[in-house]
């Protein structure tokens, strides 16, 4: 299972990107996705998931700044992102899992390249 990460930016404070995560090898319908974000010197923190049956989940902190949906059809799984604020800044990765516990806990096996998001203040 290979996973391609895309839409990061250089994006203004208030501003949106949309996030997205192709999965080849593999199908929505058995692995769980999540998406991580790491800034250098930081440790990596969860943003969001969704899982397998479609139940999706946000970190407290950007509950109402982001959502988390797929496109079965194609295999991609999407982060929207809205408000942006400089401390969102950050490389963003998706990660995928056939348990969804071990997602959870931040440990999948199969990861993506990252993509960059910017927000300038």
């Known amino acids: 299972v290979q996973l391609q990460a895309s839409g990061g930016g250089l994006v203004q404070t208030g501003g949106s990107l949309t996030l997205s995560c192709t999965v080849s090898?593999?199908?929505?319908?058995?692995?769980?996705i999540g998406w991580f974000r790491q800034v250098p010197g930081m440790e990596r923190e969860g943003v969001s998931s969704?899982?397998?049956?479609?139940?999706?989940w946000s970190r407290g902190s950007l509950k109402g700044r982001v959502t988390c949906s797929r496109d079965k059809a194609k295999n991609t799984v999407y982060l929207q992102m809205n408000s942006l604020r400089p401390e969102d800044t950050a490389v963003y990765y998706c990660?995928?899992?056939?348990?969804?516990?071990?997602?959870?806990?931040?440990?999948?096996?199969?990861w993506g390249q990252g993509t960059q998001v910017t927000v300038s203040s």
């Open positions: 969704i899982s397998t049956d479609g139940t999706t």
């Open positions: 990660a995928a899992d056939e348990f969804e516990g071990r997602l959870y806990a931040g440990n999948p096996p199969i």
């Open positions: 090898g593999g199908t929505l319908d058995y692995y769980h």
